[in-house]
């Protein structure tokens, strides 16, 4: 058996997944909302639930719807623009997340976080309660990062990087069984001696040497690369927790991640 296969055989088994969804897998090129591929995703993360899974999403994309309603063609340099367009694009995600959660019969919960919230004891805490009681009651926890109020970190060397490192803070803090970082790649990628580039199916540790396969591209709509899901893939590890890297415009994604199929790269939990 191929170690990609028998290293995702545990999927079928966990419990509690974190679910991160990039801008680019969310918003058509204009920035607006791709309301038919939220719907499938939504479906499948549905269905995730009805069997049982709790599933937590981490959703980018606010930025981006916001640039799309005020007519702005490149993201804004200036810190109180970039808060601008998050505080016009949160109200349009949410609105769509509550109206097709809600054709799946789903109820859901906005919660917005700063670095400074996994920084101190009591908001720490605070955090933890509200998304347990959430996934208590059958609430799905969509999480943001709360670019209206932070100040550097959207643009900072130590951002969440189009919140990658916050999905994987979020692991941390519910004790997550696996993270599926969502974006427009199939996974991380290897260029051979020909040079022509191939999935990397698997990694079982993430080093120096991992962090040289990545190829960055840059958008205009969104600030999280490669390095920055290897970053966060690394941390969900020393956690305790597998992730899983994939191309969120695929159909079925979620459905044959959690089926154990050999899709996209799966990054072990440390000690497995």
Known sequence: MKKSLKYREVIGDVRRVVVKIGSRALVQRTGRPDVRRMRALIGEIATLQKAGKEVVLVSSGAIGAGMESLGMTKRPTELPELQMAAAVGQTRLMSRYEDLFGQQGCKVGQMLLTHDNFLHKVTLTNARRTMDALIRNGVIPIINENDVVANEEIRAVATFGDNDFLASLVVKLIRADLLVLLSTVDGVRD?????????????????????K???????????????????????????????IIANG????????????????????????
């Not at 260029?191 to 962090?211: C, D, K, Q």
């Not at 190829?215 to 709509?221: A, G, I």
């Not at 159909?251 to 497995?272: C, F, K, Q, S, W």
Request: glycine fraction near 10%; proline fraction near 1%; include cysteine.
């Open 249 to 272: 415009r695929q159909a079925n994604v979620l459905t044959r991640i959690m089926n154990g199929e050999d899709v996209g790269t799966i990054i072990l939990a440390a000690g497995l």
């Open 191 to 211: 260029t051979g001696p020909t040079g022509r580039s191939h999935r990397v199916r698997y990694l079982e540790t993430i080093n120096r040497a991992t962090f």
């Open 213 to 243: 396969l990545v190829r960055e591209q840059e958008s205009h709509l969104s600030k999280g690369g490669m390095a920055t899901k290897l970053k966060a893939a690394q941390s969900a590890a020393n956690a305790g927790c597998a992730t």
